[in-house]
Each structure stands twice: as C-alpha cells, then as structure tokens.
C-alpha cells in the first residue's frame, strides 16, 4: 500500500468509497483513532461493513441491523482480520466514525482525525495480519501528516468514554506502539 498525501487515497489497496464524509472545516490532520467492527458482531469478512458504509446494508439480512439502519457513518479505513485494507473515504476528507468525541480539549474529533476500523470485537485478540497493515498505514499516515504523534493516537474508547469501547480490551497497544518505532526508539 502506498498513500498518496495529494489526494489523500492509498493505492494498493480496495477503494469502497462511502457518501458518509464532508469536508474538515481546517484541513486539520492530527489525530488517529482505533475502531473495532464486525457485522453482525462477532462475524467477520460478510462485506456487510462496507455496505453499511456505503448505506446500503439489506438490514432484513440480520436481526442486529435492524437497530442500525438510520445510521449514516464512515471511517477512512477498514483493516480486516486477513490483513486486507480497504478504504472509504479521502484522509483529506472528514469521515464520520468518531460521533460525539472529545480529545485534548477539542470536541467533534471528526474534523481533525483519521479514522481506522480494526474488524473484530471487544472480546477477540486482533490478528497478526491486522496489526501488520496497521503499523504499515500507520508510519505512512504519520509521514504525511506529522501532527500525529505518538500521543495523538488513541481508541474510540478514550476519545468517547463510557460512550465506546473498541478498540477493547483485547487490542495490544504496546504491540502496536512498538511496531510504529524507528530504530531511535522514537515514534517514526
């Protein structure tokens, strides 16, 4: 995968593109948040995400659906268990993924974060094809935009608290933060 900081996409990897997204009010590009999904919980690689990011999930496919269906959300990234990224939405554009969110201060963190979406649950490790991808997007989104240092990534659980909870308690962050080293030490 390559992101290309011009356009905001990444090549080499599925483009699903979602009409959930707007413009950020700044440009603003600071801050990086951890999601976990699954369609219906617990079921993984159904292609329902991504038609719920795209609005047209068939909501009689699942009882769960049914008390999703008015939503109308997005994230810039999906990350299934396999490894595979797909993305929907521009990171030069405003996702719709974090709700109501406030980080450092600053509400509405929509208008300055890229959102990624880990696809599992609170109660599952994530896999090592998961962890991967996003240590590689990770580094790339970092290059491009520098605001977001190691301190500006964070979970929906910390941006939304007692609202969320994914990435849960199963995400390593350690791992996580580990592989997003240089060989200084420091965040790369």
Same mark, same amino acid.
């Given at each position: 995968?390559?992101?290309?900081?011009?356009?905001?996409?990444?090549?080499?990897?599925?483009?699903?593109?979602?009409?959930?997204?707007?413009? &950020?009010?700044?440009?603003?590009?600071?801050?990086? %948040?951890?999601?976990?999904?699954?369609?219906?919980?617990?079921?993984?690689?159904?292609?329902? %995400?991504?038609?719920?990011?795209?609005?047209?999930?068939?909501?009689? *496919?699942?009882? +769960?659906?049914?008390?999703? *269906?008015?939503?109308?959300?997005?994230?810039?990234?999906?990350?299934?268990?396999?490894?595979? %990224?797909?993305?929907?939405?521009?990171?030069?554009?405003?996702?719709?993924?974090?709700?109501?969110?406030?980080?450092?201060?600053?509400?509405?963190?929509?208008?300055?974060?890229?959102?990624?979406?880990?696809?599992?649950?609170?109660?599952?490790?994530?896999?090592?094809?998961? +962890?991967?991808?996003?240590?590689?997007?990770?580094?790339?989104? &970092?290059?491009?935009?520098?605001?977001?240092?190691?301190?500006?990534?964070?979970?929906?659980?910390?941006?939304?608290?007692?609202?969320?909870?994914?990435?849960?308690?199963?995400?390593?962050?350690? &791992?996580?933060?580990?592989?997003?080293?240089?060989?200084?030490?420091?965040?790369?």
């Amino acid at each position: 995968m390559q992101l290309d900081s011009a356009s905001g996409w990444c090549a080499g990897v599925s483009h699903c593109p979602s009409p959930n997204f707007n413009a &950020r009010p700044d440009g603003e590009i600071s801050l990086l %948040v951890i999601h976990n999904i699954s369609l219906p919980p617990a079921c993984f690689k159904t292609g329902h %995400v991504q038609a719920f990011f795209q609005n047209c999930l068939d909501i009689d *496919a699942h009882p +769960y659906f049914q008390g999703i *269906a008015d939503l109308r959300v997005s994230a810039h990234f999906l990350i299934e268990r396999d490894g595979e %990224v797909t993305q929907f939405v521009s990171c030069l554009e405003r996702a719709w993924h974090a709700g109501v969110s406030l980080f450092d201060g600053r509400e509405g963190c929509n208008d300055f974060s890229i959102g990624i979406e880990l696809e599992g649950t609170d109660e599952q490790p994530f896999t090592d094809a998961q +962890y991967t991808a996003l240590a590689t997007l990770t580094r790339q989104l &970092r290059q491009a935009w520098p605001a977001i240092s190691v301190e500006r990534i964070c979970g929906h659980s910390d941006i939304a608290p007692g609202r969320k909870t994914d990435p849960g308690p199963f995400f390593d962050w350690a &791992r996580f933060r580990a592989s997003i080293q240089d060989s200084t030490g420091e965040g790369a």
